[in-house]
């Protein structure tokens, strides 16, 4: 995660790991939209968090 009012070039302060014990949930072939919108949301909710 970034912050993105930082831009794209901002040090990354976090990650997000999804799993799940079925190993069939998830596979090379699902796209990944829905993860970048999830990914967006929480590093704008959680950079309100960081020392300015």
């Given amino acids: 995660m970034r912050d993105p ?3 794209p070039d901002a040090p990354v302060f976090g990650l997000l790991v999804m799993g ?3 190993p ?3 596979h ?3 796209a990944t939209d829905f993860l970048t919108q999830i ?3 929480v ?5 309100r968090l960081l020392p300015h």
């Fill in 5 to 7: 009012q930082a831009g």
């Fill in 20 to 22: 799940s014990p079925d």
């Fill in 24 to 26: 069939r949930r998830f």
């Fill in 28 to 30: 090379n072939g699902m």
């Fill in 39 to 41: 990914g967006a949301l």
């Fill in 43 to 47: 590093s704008a909710a959680l950079s």
